[in-house]
């Protein structure tokens, strides 16, 4: 019979935090393993000291490096693997001699912890158990005495390790975070903090729960002092009603004019490149103090010192509209960001829709234009858009197809250059197939279509091709459809070009 494995959390420093299973299966264990960097000396080992009974034998598992060099061929992570791979072989043997082997895990097991990788080496082929332990998450949280996150905050947890521009893009990104891993990294980490106008509201505490405990704001740390073994936390907002009853807004990093009237800006960035960005969009975004926007837009965006980002979803357009609407009420200078232009499927319709509620009366709104996915896909063919054209989106979310449907026909029998906004998606497949063969019905088989894909950005792909020849298999959320009407040419250099007077030439059925 083989033994049982057992990754124990032993918690983060205090031995009456470990739990009560946790603390009979440490004193009935046949072998207690634990990890320790270069020097020998395991953290869990000494936590759980009291309880590790004389006759069970000890492995210390040594890491070979942590932070200086190694001579191992593929490096620093495959010195690692090694070890974890011996590490998991010592125990192996004790596992298939039938003892029962606790592995101790500073925290939780499965909570940036080593006992992972020994689990996911030896959990396939012995028994295995995992008695969760308090992290160093809430033990920090418990030493600053204030909650890490709120109502529907988002909390971040991210390793100092990160490079500083990514970690500050994340961290404007997020109400709450946590970062662990600091030692070495903790200059860097700061100064990601202050890019992204978080350094103020950062906490940190060092050895949670044990009596060397320390709690101080970040701006004060001896960067020289810091060990691995310490923790960054940025609370979430309170949001505590005020004497008016209306919700606490989150407070900026540093002091910041308020506007005459509450004002906000809806803004296009282009299609993708930085170069669409008009300057006049630059510039108001390098003067706001809140960003809000889908994820992947404010991803383009430089963080900013003092200057806060709201990410959401891309269903969630009226919670973020008045999202922006409360900010700018309460006085905050704040600008809504769409891709391509706001006006054109974007965020504009969206704010004037929440905007019409009668507390939002005194907030002047502003619609900053920005090149739009039409714009940069004809370009680059050349100008199908040349003439009258129709704009449409194949998107059922927020208008029946029996719309879409009689629309397309409409166009097809005014003999207008159709754009296509959100031809398909990978739940939206049959949209585009019935468009097409809807526009069949009334266009040639060799009616010039250009499809664009990711303008502006990496991958950028630009096809031209026919209504007959075209696969809508080939297409997704990521295109852009244009489809000529009776009076688009081919021109040189598969160009493509709409006439911009109207002609008795029409293409061939």
């Known amino acids: 019979m083989t033994g049982h494995l057992y990754g124990v959390g032993v918690g983060p420093g205090d031995p009456e935090l470990i739990t009560l299973r946790a603390a009979r299966l440490i004193q009935n264990a046949d072998v207690v393993a634990y990890h320790s960097g270069t020097a020998g000396r395991s953290i869990a080992r000494t936590i759980a000291d009291s309880l590790i009974s004389e006759k069970a034998i000890e492995e210390l598992l040594i890491y070979p490096v942590t932070t200086g060099p190694t001579d191992h061929p593929l490096g620093y992570y495959g010195a690692v693997d090694d070890f974890y791979d011996e590490s998991a072989e010592r125990l192996a043997k004790h596992l298939d001699a039938g003892r029962h082997v606790v592995v101790l895990a500073e925290g939780d097991p499965l909570f940036y912890s080593s006992y992972m990788y020994l689990h996911d080496r030896l959990s396939a082929r012995f028994p295995s158990e995992i008695v969760p332990g308090v992290t160093s998450l809430t033990a920090a949280a418990t030493a600053l005495r204030k909650p890490l996150a709120r109502h529907e905050d988002i909390l971040t947890v991210l390793p100092g ?38 350094l103020s509201d950062a906490l940190y505490v060092e050895r949670a729960t044990t009596g060397e405990q320390r709690v101080m704001p970040v701006i004060d740390v001896d960067a020289g002092a810091v060990p691995y073994f310490s923790m960054i936390v940025v609370p979430g907002r309170d949001r505590r009603l005020d004497s008016a009853g209306r919700s606490a ?13 509450p004002r906000l800006f809806v803004v296009g960035l282009g299609p993708g490149a930085d170069s669409w960005m008009t300057p006049q969009v630059s510039a108001v975004l390098a003067e706001v103090d809140h960003v809000v ?42 600008a809504v960001v769409s891709g391509g232009d706001a006006g054109i499927f974007g965020m504009a319709s ?32 050349g100008a199908p858009l040349g003439g009258d054209y129709a704009v449409l989106s194949l998107s059922d979310r927020l208008k029946p197809w029996s719309v879409i449907e009689r629309r397309l026909r409409a166009v097809a029998e005014a003999d207008l250059v159709l754009a296509i906004y959100n031809p398909a998606s990978r739940s939206r497949r049959e949209q585009i197939v019935r468009t097409r063969e809807l526009l069949l019905e009334l266009r040639a088989l060799d009616t010039p279509v250009v499809v664009g894909r990711d303008m502006g950005r990496e991958g950028e792909d630009l096809m031209v091709t026919t ?43």
């Open 249 to 261: 807004m989150p407070r900026l990093a540093t002091a910041v004019d308020q506007v005459e009237e």
């Open 161 to 198: 390790t990160l490079p500083v521009s990514e970690l500050a893009r994340r961290l404007a990104d997020t109400e709450a975070a946590a970062i662990m891993k600091l030692g070495r990294t903790f200059a860097g980490v700061r100064e990601a903090l202050r890019q992204a106008g978080r």
């Open 350 to 381: 969206a704010v004037f829709e929440a905007a019409e509620d009668d507390r939002y009366a005194e907030v002047k709104i502003t619609v900053l234009p920005g090149v739009t996915a039409a714009q940069a896909v004809a370009a680059r063919a």
């Open 293 to 334: 926007g889908y994820g992947p837009y404010l991803d383009r965006l430089p963080v900013r010192p003092n200057q806060q980002r709201h990410a959401s979803g891309n269903t969630v357009e009226a919670e973020r509209a008045r999202y922006a609407l409360d900010l700018a009420l309460a006085g905050q200078r704040v």
């Open 467 to 509: 209504l007959g020849a075209l696969d809508p298999e080939d297409i997704d959320m990521s295109c852009l459809l244009i489809i000529g009407s009776s009076q688009t040419r081919l021109g040189h250099g598969a160009t493509v070009w709409t006439s911009r007077s109207h002609t008795a030439k029409s293409h061939g059925r």
